[in-house]
């Protein structure tokens, strides 16, 4: 047997599970969800996906606050790399004051 092998050494793992190279980590009402992005690409695109994922369709974007873990808030096209945030960090996602319940 040779012991050397055709196979690239960066190959995906197999079953599927490819971690993206960049993600945040975006609590919508108390619950983590995990996005994909491109840290050069606008947060408006995170707002979205995170509402998305966490089924919180029912309002549009621009009626929530993106903020960091100290309470920072974040401008929608603000962008992660701009911003310094590493892949893996945990932003807030919570209804502006005044929104939700309204008829």
């Known amino acids: 047997m040779n012991s050397h ?3 690239p050494p960066n190959d995906p793992p ?3 599970g490819n971690k993206p190279d960049y993600f945040l980590v975006v609590i919508v009402n108390g619950v983590p969800v995990e996005i994909p ?3 050069n690409a606008a947060l408006v695109s995170v707002i979205a996906k995170a ?3 966490s089924n919180n369709s029912g309002l549009p974007p621009e009626n929530w606050i993106l903020t960091t873990e100290a309470g920072k808030k974040l401008e929608p096209t603000d962008k992660p790399a701009a911003l310094g945030l590493a892949s893996g960090t945990k932003l807030f996602l919570n209804l502006k004051a005044g ?3 309204q008829r």
């Open 14 to 16: 197999k079953g599927g």
């Open 37 to 39: 992005t491109n840290p």
């Open 5 to 7: 092998s055709q196979t």
């Open 51 to 53: 509402l998305s994922e």
């Open 99 to 101: 929104v939700g319940g």
